[in-house]
């Protein structure tokens, strides 16, 4: 799978690039893309999919995710459910000039720009936090802006409450070998996860034996192989929920054969049954509609 370079300029009258997404889910295309800037990605609810670096997975009700330079990622966007909104800040190292990241007060930044390299997810109260600063980054002005960027990347710095998404820096670097294979692995769960998925046809594909094809798989992806099926396979019943589909029929499309079983994958990935995940999900869109 071979990364596209994406070339990004500075807002008008600004050091850095802020953006800002709302759309219909079903309108962000696909692409897998590096670029010399860091990243930050914060969306603000919803679910969807992550790919950064070899990781890839699922979020749920947002998520805020800190991307180095050179890391081939795609869009948060991919695959979401209901109407996408993040808001999207790259920056280069040297946004501030070229020695700004070496003076002291920076310290703590630059531990976070060395983090970053493997890609870092934010929870908690971190992401929280942040769900309401970034709201009132886009109406500051540039000047404001920069201030409040600095702000954040303190912030960022010195909290705990972080995921290491790569065991090891994986900035445009990697094997393209290994790019190839979970492409493939990943197009043959998509292609069959409506029907039971045989563990050793997937080594096969990948040209290893079913147990270095585990240790392969959870090396790079930081999931097993059953987990990554199980939540591909959540996440698509969702969108079919949410098309008003019966629970019973959504179980078995989704290749789960057996309801009690989907029900209890579900909560474990969701935090909720199918049937309260559908309900939340139309008094949030109410809500939403009424404000």
């Known amino acids: 799978m071979k990364a596209e370079f994406e070339i990004i300029q500075p807002d008008e009258g600004s050091s850095f690039r802020i953006l800002h997404h709302k759309v219909s889910a079903g309108t962000f295309r696909w692409s897998y893309h590096y670029h010399p800037e860091y990243e930050i990605v914060l ?5 969807g999919r992550r790919h950064v670096g070899n990781h890839l997975s699922y979020y749920t009700n947002g998520d805020l995710v800190m991307i180095g330079s050179d890391i081939p990622h795609s869009g948060f966007g991919y695959g979401a459910i209901g109407t996408h909104e ?10 501030l000039g070229d020695g700004f990241i070496r003076v002291q007060e920076m310290s703590a930044i630059k531990l976070l720009f060395e983090r970053s390299k493997q890609g870092i997810s934010f929870y908690g109260e971190t992401r929280e936090e942040l769900n309401l600063r970034f709201r009132k980054l886009l109406e500051l002005s540039h000047f404001e802006r ?9 912030f960022l710095a010195k909290s705990t409450e972080y995921v290491l998404l790569n065991a090891s820096d994986i900035r445009y670097n990697f094997s393209l070998k290994d790019q190839e294979r979970l492409n493939k692995i990943y197009k043959f769960v998509e292609d069959n996860f409506r029907q039971e998925i045989d563990i050793q046809e997937v080594a096969d594909l990948s040209s290893l034996t079913i147990p270095a094809f585990c240790n392969y798989f959870k090396k790079n992806v930081n999931q097993t192989f059953t987990e990554f099926v199980n939540e591909y396979r959540i996440n698509q019943a969702c969108k079919m929920l949410l098309k008003g589909e019966d629970i019973t029929d959504v179980c078995f499309h989704c290749g789960f054969n057996n309801v009690s079983y989907f029900g209890r994958v579900f909560r474990e990935f969701k935090g909720k049954s199918p049937s309260q995940f559908r309900r939340a999900f139309i008094e949030e869109l109410n809500q939403s509609v009424s404000a």
């Open 43 to 47: 969306v603000f609810q919803g679910s």
């Open 86 to 95: 993040e808001v999207v800040i790259q920056f280069k190292e040297n946004f």
């Open 146 to 154: 920069l201030i409040e960027l600095l702000g954040i990347l303190q």
